[in-house]
């Protein structure tokens, strides 16, 4: 069963704008990644957050983590064309250490 | 460094028969995984190895088998192939089992008819 669920399911923004995406989950986590698929390849990695960590940054990306509310959420500023892809939060927790995806936010960035 | 291979890209099976995905990683890593990627879903983990010697069950095991071979390659097998086994199959590795990120290839396309 999928644990974390993104929202919106779609996003359609121009280019240089920013993106914002939400990631809730049900229970208790130990991690939190962010993953980047490009139609027809496979997945790659953007970020992990850990349970104590409340934001992390990494170039135009800054995800924060909200473990009270069960939830994170992902910004690209500055959003280019090849930002187009779809975006899935994973979460890992004590008791199904496995990850488990999202169904993902489909991100269009418009030239 | 190739990082996570898969072969092959594309398959068809008729239903009930068999056939075997490959994967390899050139990363020295630990940890190996296989998932399946059903249209407008995540992804969700059929088998993993935690380290070499070591498989388990995922979420959705019915109907598959896996080998790990050796440290660098780790496979996925369907004995008797059903139409409900259609989908993409993407192969992982990562360090460590669990915290860590995963790096994917770039995923095997199997329709069974």
């Known amino acids: 069963s999928q644990q974390g669920e993104e929202d919106p399911q779609a996003l359609s923004i121009q280019e240089g704008e920013n993106a914002t995406m939400n990631c809730s989950y049900k229970t208790s986590i130990n991690n939190l990644q962010w993953y980047r698929q490009n139609s027809g390849r496979g997945l790659v990695h953007l970020i992990l957050i850990r349970s104590n960590e409340r934001e992390k940054h990494s170039g135009r990306l800054r995800v924060t983590l909200d473990t009270s509310k069960k939830s994170s959420s992902l910004l690209i500023t500055a959003s280019r064309a090849a930002d187009t892809a779809s975006y899935f939060c994973a979460t890992d927790d004590a008791s199904v250490p496995d990850m488990r995806f999202g169904a993902g936010t489909r991100l269009t960035v418009k030239p | 460094n190739a990082g996570v291979t898969q072969t092959p890209k594309f398959q068809v099976l008729k239903t009930g028969q068999s056939m075997t995905l490959q994967c390899a990683q050139d990363m020295n890593h630990n940890s190996m995984y296989w998932y399946r990627q059903d249209p407008g879903m995540g992804l969700r983990l059929i088998y993993y190895s935690a380290s070499e010697g070591t498989t388990d069950k995922g979420e959705v095991p019915n109907g598959y088998n896996v080998s790990r071979l050796n440290k660098r390659e780790f496979s996925l097998r369907l004995e008797s192939a059903a139409p409900s086994q259609t989908s993409v199959y993407f192969c992982?590795?990562?360090?460590?089992?669990?915290?860590?990120?995963?790096?994917f290839g770039p995923g095997t396309r199997l329709t069974v008819t």
């Open positions: 992982a590795s990562s360090e460590a089992w669990t915290g860590q990120e995963q790096y």
